[in-house]
C-alpha cells in the first residue's frame, strides 16, 4: 500500500477526525468499558471548575465530546460535507492546525465568558467550535477565491446564517463557542490560503 498516494489522494485528516469523534461516543460500548456517558463528560467537557483547578485539557477533550447520538451526527455531517473540501484546497497540516485552533480557542473563549458570569454549573463538549472553525474557512477561501470546491460565498454565508439561527433558536447551545471558532476558523483560513497562493520558486508544496 502506497501510504504516500493515499496521504496526496484522500481527506485523511477528516476521516480521521470524524474517526476520532465516533469513537469517543461508542469507544466505551465497543470496547466494553464501563462508563456512563455524564461520566465521560465530567471527565473532560469543559467547566470552569476544572480549568480552574487546571485541568487545561479539557479545552481540547471536549472538542471530541458529544452529549448524544443527534448531536454527534450533526457536527460530523458538516465535518464530512466541509472538511474534506477544505483539506483539498488548504492542504493536510493546515487544514488540522485550522481545526484545532478554532476548537480550543472556541473553548478558551468558552471558559472567558463562563468566568465572568460566574457560571461553575456548565458543562460545555461538541465538536461544534471545531466545525464552525472550518465554515469560516470555507468562507475565507470563497471570500479571497472564485469558489470552495463547487461552494460559492453565497451558500456559505447562508449556510453559516441559518445553523447560527438555528443554535439561538436552541437550548442549551453553547452559541459563544460557535461564534468564537467561526471567527478563528475565518483568520485562520485567511492566512492558510494567502500562504498557499503565494508564488514559490519550488513547485513542490510543503503543506500536502
Known amino acids: ?31 466494553g468499558i464501563p462508563a456512563a456517558l455524564y461520566e465521560v463528560l465530567d471527565g473532560g467537557g469543559v467547566t470552569l ?3 480552574q483547578d487546571g485541568e487545561f485539557y479539557r479545552v481540547l477533550t471536549a472538542a ?17 460535507v466541509l472538511g474534506y473540501r477544505l483539506e483539498n484546497i488548504l492542504g493536510h497540516i493546515p487544514y488540522l492546525v485550522l481545526y484545532l485552533v478554532s476548537a480550543v480557542g472556541a473553548n478558551l473563549v468558552s471558559v472567558f465568558v463562563y468566568f465572568t458570569t460566574n457560571d461553575y454549573a456548565v458543562i460545555s463538549a461538541g465538536a461544534s467550535g471545531a466545525v464552525f472553525g472550518v465554515c469560516g474557512g470555507m468562507f475565507a477561501v470563497a471570500l479571497l477565491g472564485r ?30 463557542a460557535h461564534i468564537s471558532g ?19 520558486k519550488n513547485p513542490y508544496n510543503p503543506w500536502q
Open 147 to 176: 469558489d470552495a470546491e463547487g461552494i460559492s460565498l453565497q451558500q456559505m454565508v447562508l449556510l453559516i446564517a441559518l445553523t447560527l439561527v438555528s443554535g439561538y433558536l436552541s437550548v442549551e447551545v453553547n452559541n459563544v
Open 49 to 51: 471548575t476544572g480549568v
Open 64 to 80: 471530541f465530546l458529544h452529549f448524544d447520538i443527534n448531536h454527534l451526527m450533526g457536527n460530523m455531517l458538516i465535518l464530512a
Open 1 to 31: 500500500m502506497n501510504f504516500r498516494w493515499i496521504w496526496r489522494q484522500y481527506p485523511v485528516i477528516t476521516i480521521f477526525l470524524v474517526g476520532v469523534n465516533a469513537l469517543f461516543f461508542f469507544g466505551p460500548d465497543l470496547f
Open 182 to 200: 467561526l471567527v478563528f476558523g475565518i483568520l485562520v483560513g485567511l492566512v492558510f490560503y494567502l500562504l498557499k497562493r503565494r508564488p514559490k
